[in-house]
């Protein structure tokens, strides 16, 4: 299996991980929000930027309808970069809430990357897998 396919999977199963943990919308207390993913395939475009429609990995909307409350797009140590946080992080943050899931240890470069693009977040989070424990999400 060629490596980059092997890292889609990867990531892929990470976002998912990530919102099933953090964001299992619809749920008995938020019945109205629904969490929708665009990994592996794009399911909800949260806008356009530069003629470009927008896919974050993850997308919280609120019901009836398709209220936007908040993205959150998935990292891994290999797309912690500028052009990462130029062409997916800012786009993002101008359309609405961005919550950043970077890899543990990473959070500075992170907040790097944000200054540097002037990027607004609503936060950032750390992630890893652990043997016994799996994943681990961590607030920054």
Known sequence: MPVKELRDQRHAGT????????????SEE???????????????SVGEWEG???YPDIVVVRR??????FVAQVE???TMTDEQAEKKWLPYS??????LYVPAGQVQ????LCRKHGISYKGI????????????IAEA
């Not at 470069?109 to 790097?112: C, G």
């Not at 989070?125 to 681990?136: E, F, K, S």
């Open 15 to 26: 976002v998912a991980d990530i919102a099933q943990a953090r964001c299992p919308y619809p």
């Open 52 to 54: 470009e429609p927008l």
């Open 64 to 69: 009836p309808g398709q209220w936007l409350q």
């Open 76 to 78: 891994t140590a290999d």
């Open 125 to 136: 989070r750390t992630w890893r897998y652990r043997p016994v424990w799996g994943l681990t």
């Open 109 to 112: 470069h992170a907040k790097k």
């Open 30 to 44: 938020h019945p109205e929000l629904e969490t929708l993913l665009n990994i592996p395939e794009p399911t909800i």
């Open 94 to 99: 101008k359309m609405g809430e961005l919550l």
